[in-house]
């Protein structure tokens, strides 16, 4: 019995610290960081935003975290995957700036999680 709860909280461990990893990566310098969660569009889903924006939503420390997609060329490109239905779960890289209260997140890379 003491061994299947010794790894059950190795798993659980291994888990979190596997998650988590790319999702605590606000980076002051301007380095470039990689996050992975559910891109849903910010105006259709989450009817937050007048216009529609790429979300990708996170979990960091048990808190969800929202990052908001800068627009540039891949994330207007990336953009039509996920507006109007449920979003999909991606993986994208890029850095991170605040913007009125709101994490930023400017894409240099973003794909499916497959």
Known sequence: ???SKLFLAVAAGLLLAVTTSHLLATDATGNEITITGNAVCAKCALHQA???QTVIQT???GKSVNYYLTENDL???FHKNICGNAGEKVTATGTVTEKDGKEMLTVSKI???K
Do not use: F, G
Request: proline residues 7%.
């Open 50 to 52: 007048d216009a529609c």
């Open 75 to 77: 994330s207007t490109a």
């Open 1 to 3: 019995m003491t061994k």
């Open 59 to 61: 979990t960091v420390a």
């Open 111 to 113: 794909e499916p999680v």
